[in-house]
């Protein structure tokens, strides 16, 4: 008998089968994939706070209530009609597209810095979805505010709408004094009476419009060199 390389995450998957089997937890078995979307929120965000300022108990206890959720949704899959696929057509998916999106480990492409490895997974990214139109397609808007506007930002430097290497109106060069200066922000915008949440968001979906219309300009040919992005002060 060949022995399982695994075994612990193989006594997991059973685990879970037999809570949602016959028998199981009334709990379990009710779940769905909508049901279980706060819980998968909420366990992230542990995480989150696990790998920042936890142990390294709370670590693989964090990790493992996601690979939880993971499994769990797998299973659900598993016993859905219309769906139908299992834990192991999860990783088989993964292994293909880790595969693929890593030509310079698995195939011939040179890709020397991590610059080079970022520009052909954006590159192998394009040609497999192609339904894609948008630099921003694919980007979800439930991000937290702050991560969506890194994103946002990064794919507008992509498209030459921000230098990179500008000067900007402040200039931060450690998140020690980076977090204080967020947190005084945030004072400031409540005790004016203002959501600073809402009102970054709104700039974004802003910076979203800006970046869709200079989109359409490049498509019919118009010269956008001079195009600019909306709340982004810069340095005298």
Known sequence: MTETLHPQLDSLIALLARLRGPGGCAWDAEQTHESLVKHLIEETHELVDAIEAGSREDLIEELGDVLY?????????????????????????????????????????????????????????????????SVLDGIPQGMPSLALADKLLGRAEKMGLIDADAPTALVVETEDQLGPLLLAIVSAARAGGLDAERALRSTLRDLQHEIRDTEDELRSGNDVADAGIIGMPRAD
């Open 69 to 133: 959720q993971v499994l769990f949704h797998a299973d659900l899959a598993a016993h859905t009609p219309g769906e139908e696929f299992t834990i192991e057509d999860v990783a088989a998916s993964m292994i293909a597209k880790m595969v693929g999106r890593h030509p310079h480990v698995f195939g011939d492409t040179v890709a020397e810095t991590a610059a080079d490895v970022a520009a052909t997974w954006d590159e192998l990214k394009r040609v497999e979805k192609p339904s894609r139109t």
